[in-house]
């Protein structure tokens, strides 16, 4: 992440078990360079104390309407000085008095008087979530303009399984950060919002489809310690994970060797080699309604990789490399192929390339990307392929393009659909 230039923002708490993860969101955004003013719900200080709050931001966390008042006018005063409120976590109750605009403790109060953006992370168990009138009130809130971080899929603070559990605090760090650096997909009134205003529903419209991904590097052995493999550090293909989880799409993501934290709610199978990916690629693809190949898969691999280390000498080395299986093509000529997406890194002749590509390779859409641009960097530009033409998608965070993209693919596949 980026530093961003001394934002402010006001971060809510409400009474959730998720209120822990908050200590570790104020740290990372306290580290870009945010400032974090904390106001707390009293069932917050049930689940962590406003000391801890206080000891991380350097700042009196905000409690009680009453103690607060300094000047008679505390929660006009703070959210003015704001540049947007975070409420993280947001519990069903806390929710729902935001979508009816109730104002009875100081971070309701806060929220309703603000004239800043309002970003608000659910978390909360499966059925409060799933519940219809969590789903109306949500629905509500984005009609408001309100931004809706996750929540994401995972194994809840109650032992049961399911949607609700709030993003971890690296996740909405990158969010927010992405938000307060101007990010137009976050921003509650962009008519480019990538989670549609009135569309909570996003949240539903992959419920129940499988989506396979592919992601990250692959590494082909020459012996014991040495390997080729290539600068892909698996960023796109986690964005789009996550924000296929968003979606509330069941996600398989083959990975490459990556340092990326596994998308939460994700089922993650870690892979070496292009075999391997090959391998859990075919033993994952039944029943996926998506394959998503954005892994940088190697072409070729060493012949007869060596098992122990190969010693230096003073003659020439020649390697033999063998093709490697195209993974994405297996997919795309299968009898019934999931909706298949590949991602094609060019280093010239984007246009060109992405266009033979996306024919050989017989797929829906390809997405096409300058490799000098992406590989290794939080941001990108991507150009969709489909059979309606071209479609930018402009220089934005990873995670914003992964939205837009998944946006791009429901609206395809309702076409192809209908
Ligand atoms: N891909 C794959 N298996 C491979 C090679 C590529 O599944 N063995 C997938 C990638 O995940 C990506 C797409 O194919 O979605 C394009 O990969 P790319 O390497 O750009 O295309 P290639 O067909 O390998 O062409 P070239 O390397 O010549 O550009």
Redesign the pocket.
Known sequence: MRQTQAKRIVLGLTGGIAAYKAAELARLLLKQGVEVQVAMTEAACHFITPATMQALTGRPVLVNQWDAITNGMAHIDTSRAADAIVVAPATADFISKLAHGLADDLLSTLCLARVCPLLVAPAMNKQMWAHAATQRNVVQLERDGVTILGPCSGVQACGEEGMGRMLEAEELALDIVAFLQGSKSLNGGSPTLTLPQGERGSIHKMDGVRILI?AGPTYEAIDAVRGITNRSSGKMGYAVARAALELGAQVTLVSGPTALPKPQGAQVVDVTS?AEMFEAVKQHVAGAGIFI???????YRIAQPSTQKIKKSADKLTLELLP??????YVANLPKPPFCV?????SENLHG?AKT?RK??NIPLLVANLAQQAIGSDENELILFDDTGEHVLPRADKLTLARQLMQHIVMLRTNIKT
């Open positions: 592919t292009a190949g954005v892994a940088a898969v190697a072409d490697n299986p195209d993974i994405l093509a590949g991602f094609a890194a060019e390339h590509k050989a390779k």
